[in-house]
């Protein structure tokens, strides 16, 4: 999903103007990296969802801070608790 991130994604969710947005797959946290970019740039907040996570979740609470919420559990236990998002993206 990362390489789909400039030319299709970003630009959808900047046409919609997308305030909150889940992701579902963090895996190695490339794609959640560029979508918290965002997130700094439009006065957003993402959840990842990904019951095991490859990146350092502390490095990008303390880079991202209240932007950045992780998840750590499967996505069909996390997902009803989630409301107000605008998009959800599913690797």
């Known amino acids: 999903m990362r390489r789909m991130w400039t030319p299709l ?3 959808i969710i900047e046409k919609i103007n997308a305030r909150y947005i889940v992701e579902v797959g963090s895996a190695t946290g490339g794609n959640t990296w560029s979508i918290l970019e965002y997130c ?3 006065d957003a907040h993402m ?4 019951p095991f996570p490859s990146f ?4 990008y609470k303390r880079e991202f801070g209240d932007k950045f ?6 996505s069909l236990n996390a997902l009803p ?3 107000d998002y605008d998009v959800i993206l599913i690797d």
């Not at 959840?47 to 990904?50: G, H, K, P, R």
């Not at 350092?56 to 490095?59: A, L, N, S, T, V």
């Open 81 to 83: 608790h989630l409301q």
């Open 69 to 74: 919420q992780m998840c750590t559990e499967l």
């Open 56 to 59: 350092d979740i502390e490095k």
């Open 47 to 50: 959840t990842a969802i990904d």
């Open 9 to 11: 994604m970003k630009p």
């Open 40 to 42: 700094r740039d439009h």
